[in-house]
């Protein structure tokens, strides 16, 4: 009896050992091969190659743009993180927001681009929780709507209110939270790609995207993704609170004119303004142009209903632009007269509202 006792102890000693070289010693070299920084940014998993340019926009050696922050916030420093897809990280928006804001504040000022393009509401709650929360930010910008809208195209049965359906990374749990190897595992290997989902859909040959025909699953999930979305936001909010820092929300901003066409669209004739194609796309890289008009419109109805119940600060930048079609590149992208005229509706806000008249 004692010899089998013995024999179970060596094999769980051995498994944890086997285990802990596997993740201490085999995946950091894996890391460092992949030339990938860290654990933490690999667990994270929605951070950007660090120390890399993005067209005109740096990326920083955490992941994000904007500032590099200590975890230990200065005394007497206004902290300001901005979350949402390419709108944010677009055109240098969040190093162009925080010189504006600079200029209306005596008090020192560190600003945060956690924007990334392609990015959902699920990824800002991701950063958010795992990551950017322990940096004491006084004000989060909350810009979420468009890439959401990906999430829907999917079958019905295939549908998850996390999203994990569409990216890997979405999956949490606790060990895919804390080990490289199981995330590297499942990420390669255990995670299957639908076979319609967002990518396959607008890719290839003869995708929509470049005149093929509709898809099946094309919003196969009937927008599903409103109340992910409305739960995300408002856990965001809870998030931020919880922190001590004032959430702000702002509706999304954008313009598909009524006679919109893929090829009036590629041939410049529809006013948007964009002669470098900045980020150019056209409105069927998320769907049919009825639909993208359809679900932005609820979801900025979502947000303004969240704002108006949680008594959350808000910006309706859907209001104050989404009219003019001078402001954009394409459909969603502010070119940069309209970045310019975001900055300065976000800045006129902070300074009419007095949110930098104190870092308390």
Known sequence: M?????????????TVLSLALAEYLVAPLVLSIRGQLSRSYVLL???AKPNVLVDDTIINSQG????????????HTNRILTLGGSVMFNRRMTERLGLSLKRITSIPLEIQGGALRAHTSQDSLIKY???????????????EGINDLWMNHISPDRFEADYSHARPWYRRNIVLNNSVVARYLYNDFLWSRPTCDFENLFSGRNSYLRGGPLPSCHNGASFRAYDSFSRNVKYLIDLIRADHGVPILITFAFNVPPNYSRQAFQADELGY????????????LWGAPSYVK??????????????????V???DMDKQVSGTIRMFGDPVHPNE??????????TNFFASNGLLATNE
Do not use: C, M
């Not at 994000?64 to 005394?75: A, C, N, R």
């Open 2 to 14: 004692k010899t089998h006792i013995e024999k179970i102890a060596l094999v769980i000693v051995s």
């Open 45 to 47: 998993s929605v951070a």
């Open 64 to 75: 994000f743009t904007g500032d590099v922050l200590s975890e230990q916030k200065p005394s």
């Open 129 to 143: 929780k795992f990551h950017f929360h322990s940096f004491n930010f006084n004000y989060v910008l909350i810009y």
């Open 273 to 284: 303004v964009n002669p470098t194609h900045y980020d150019k796309w056209p409105v069927e």
């Open 294 to 311: 359809e679900g932005v419109r609820e979801q900025n109805r979502i947000i303004r209903r969240i704002a108006s119940e949680e008594r």
């Open 313 to 315: 600060l808000f910006i």
């Open 337 to 346: 007269e309209g970045v310019e005229e975001f900055v300065k509706i976000i």
